[in-house]
């Protein structure tokens, strides 16, 4: 017996599994592609939506509707130069905003692109999302202009200013060619909402399927 050794018995590990949970960002940049299909709806027929911007008189309709604005909340009562030129360009800016960064798609015709501009901004809609073109270089410089107009007439007030300059730079940057066809999500949501089961080595086994493992037992009469 003492010439004899206990046999190499190899007994199944147990495996330990967990739940690692999906990671969560609170700010997510999502970019929107575009296929051959796609452009080739866009190609078939003119965008109404965004094609105004190049007609006759499509840039000094800004002026007007500026200049009409500044009437309009002058004539209210008690409204001073520093209130009526930040409430100007606030609403400007507000305006364009939500009318070339805000909303997608077009809002007639759509079944002629086959929904090809479903995504798109209107400022992305604009000469085909070609960049530096001179209808987006006059709107990137109305905005501008008039802050520097507010900024003057409101006498440099540091708060004034900091509220136009804040406003300025969020409706600006989605204009720069490094934002197209880019979206920011607040809390984006999981689709799946599950979490990952993972075993120790890293396979992702469920737990449900494992079976049991059976004992199993050495006693002194192997031995002999």
């Not at 006759?56 to 520093?82: E, F, R, S």
Request: glycine share 6%; charged share 15%; with cysteine.
């Amino acid at each position: 017996m003492s010439g004899l050794t206990p046999p190499n018995i190899k007994l199944p590990l147990s495996i330990h599994t967990h739940r690692r949970g999906r990671s969560s960002s609170f700010l997510k940049v999502e970019h929107v592609d575009s296929s051959n299909e796609v452009a080739l709806d866009q190609a078939a027929y003119a965008n109404p939506n965004a094609e105004w911007v190049n007609r006759k008189g499509a840039w000094m309709i800004h002026v007007v509707l500026v200049a009409a604005g500044k009437v309009i909340i002058d004539v209210i009562p008690g409204v001073t130069q520093n209130i009526s030129w930040t409430a100007v360009n606030l609403t400007y800016l507000a305006c364009s905003y939500l009318m070339f960064h805000w909303v997608t798609g077009i809002p007639f015709g759509s079944e002629l692109h086959g929904g090809a501009y479903d995504d798109l901004t209107l400022w992305e809609q604009i000469d085909g999302g070609a960049q530096n073109t001179p209808s987006k270089k006059w709107l990137f410089s109305v905005p501008v202009g008039l802050f520097l107009l507010s900024t003057h007439y409101t006498n440099y007030n540091p708060w004034l200013f900091a509220i136009n300059l804040s406003a300025l730079i969020f409706v600006l940057v989605p204009k720069l060619p490094i934002a197209h066809r880019q979206r920011l999500r607040i809390l984006p949501h999981d689709p799946s909402g599950n979490a990952t089961p993972t075993t120790t080595s890293g396979a992702t086994t469920p737990t449900d399927h494992l079976r049991a493992v059976p004992e199993i037992h050495i006693t002194d009469s192997q031995f002999r």
